[in-house]
């Protein structure tokens, strides 16, 4: 019987959703038992190490590669195994586009209960540079097991930062400023953040970059309400002649969410600009913004492609943060309504359709499902009297883009009591995609057409449009 610590021999036959490799063991007298184990790959034949048991599957460590498996590829990172944010690194990007195809259509089937000749995906669209594309990065500070001073990311499911010099996801003016900032710490002697303390100052570095306007913005999150030797800092960090923003944001609670809701700027902008497209965007720190702006045009163009607009429709963008998929939707509509909860998020949606002379855009604060209700009005297509000035509201188009955990129940039962000839779903989990498309799908709906888009190369994640269609009475 295999137990913990015991050593086996997995052949590796498939993978999880989360990346990791699924084995089978070999010559044991359980053989065919089933292990999940980090870093392995399909193909792979290894040695691991069982950390885990349960009573029909194990967790298991790798610890010698036997035969490596024909899809894999050189890592670019070389701490990619101890950091974790890129779970598929070493395996090649045909196969990673693979695995994300596979893994949206088994989703969809075992999740969402769909047949698989009711899926009509198109294959993920890939890139051709899959490095150095996210235009955003936030390093937590803090001190190594030795007690240095380090900036890095957490090593997965734990709060322990692995030091990252050069993450090869983002930009190369990462490096700089964090170098900077942490040269600041050194010599001011400013203490990083110890979350079992609540003790120390600086918690995180948030960093965005333009990568069309070339603009660089620095957010420092502290555990307090000023920066010292701020003066010092600022004329380091400015060295860098795409400076563009310098802010600090106010976190002072004892808890995992990174930011707070101050933010003040002490140099420059209070913002950097960008595009999508032909549109452009003002970027504040508390900004939900795309983070790879090159894939982020081809998603919104699959957006715009699924909806088919005319000019004559009614669009609902939920979730609608700070207008990006409004305003492109809003070249096409006749009108574009968006709604967010975050009010700061909300103005700036409005901000942007103004630098962009964009009328046909309107915004509003609140929980997507209360506005929606508050201006369709009846669950019932034919509008009593009483509510007919809510005719000019009805969306033939709804565009959702929720967060990881999707739509709550209250959103999508608003969604189907407004009754929009077609929704566009953009998802960035395919899990609670297919949970949610489950329910829209039994209220009266059908799936036309879906498309995954790599937006984050090198890891298991994928970003997801779907169309569904209201079904003929």
């Known amino acids: 019987m295999v137990k913990k610590n015991d050593r086996i021999e997995l052949n590796i036959v498939d993978m999880s959703a989360d990346g990791s490799g699924i084995g089978k063991t070999i010559g044991q007298e359980n053989s065919g038992m089933t292990f999940f184990v980090k870093d392995a790959l399909v193909g792979d034949k290894i040695i691991a190490k069982v950390i885990k048991m349960k009573k029909t599957y194990g967790y298991a460590r790798l610890m010698e590669m036997l035969e490596s498996s024909p899809d894999r590829t050189e890592p670019k990172c070389p701490i990619h195994r101890q950091c974790g944010g890129c779970q598929i690194q070493a395996l090649s990007y045909e196969k990673q586009l693979e695995y994300k ?11 969402g209960g769909f047949d698989a000749s009711q899926i009509h995906m198109d294959p993920v669209i890939g890139m051709q540079e899959t490095y150095r594309y996210r235009n955003k990065a936030q390093f937590p500070i803090g001190r190594d097991k030795n007690g240095k001073l380090a900036a890095g990311f957490y090593a997965a499911r734990t709060h322990v930062i692995i030091p990252v010099e050069d993450c090869y996801l983002g930009v190369p003016h990462n490096r700089k400023i964090i170098s900077h900032i942490l040269e600041w710490m050194e010599r001011y002697h400013v203490e990083p953040y110890d979350e079992k303390s609540g003790t120390g100052f600086v918690r995180h570095v948030l960093i965005r970059y333009g990568f069309r306007s070339g603009q660089l913005m620095v957010c420092i999150i502290l555990n307090g309400k000023s ?247």
Not at 101 to 111: S, V
Not at 362 to 369: D, K, L, P, Q, Y
Not at 370 to 377: A, R, T
């Open 101 to 111: 195809q596979n893994k949206i259509r088994n989703n969809l089937m075992r999740i």
């Open 227 to 473: 920066l010292p030797r701020s003066k010092e800092l600022v004329d380091k960090l400015t060295r860098l002649k795409e400076m563009t923003s310098i802010s600090i944001n106010v976190n002072e609670q004892r808890n995992n969410v990174i930011m707070g809701n101050t933010v003040k700027t002490i140099w420059g902008s209070d913002y950097i600009e960008d595009w999508i497209g032909d549109v452009k965007f003002r970027i504040s720190p508390l900004s939900f913004y795309q983070v790879n702006p090159v894939q982020t045009e081809v998603l919104y163009g699959k957006v715009l492609e699924f909806a088919q607009l005319s000019g004559k429709e009614i669009v609902w963008d939920l979730y609608c943060g700070i207008g990006t998929i409004s305003l492109f939707l809003a070249q096409r509509a006749k009108k574009v309504y968006g709604i967010e909860i975050i009010p700061q998020a909300v103005e700036d949606a409005r901000k942007n359709a103004e630098i962009n002379g964009i009328g046909n855009a309107e915004f509003f604060v609140g929980e997507a499902e209360d506005v929606l209700e508050k201006l369709c009005g009846s669950d019932d297509m034919d509008v009593p009297p009483d509510k007919e000035e809510n005719r000019e509201w009805r969306p033939q188009v709804v565009v959702v883009d929720p967060p990881r955990k999707g739509c709550g129940e209250k959103l999508l039962a608003a969604i189907l009591k407004v009754c929009p000839e077609k929704i566009v779903y953009v998802s960035c989990d395919s899990a609670t995609l297919a949970r949610d498309l489950k329910v829209l799908c039994a209220g009266g709906y059908e799936m036309v057409r879906g498309q995954g888009v790599d937006m984050f190369c090198q890891t298991v994640h994928v970003e997801t449009v779907c169309l569904l269609s209201r079904k003929a009475q």
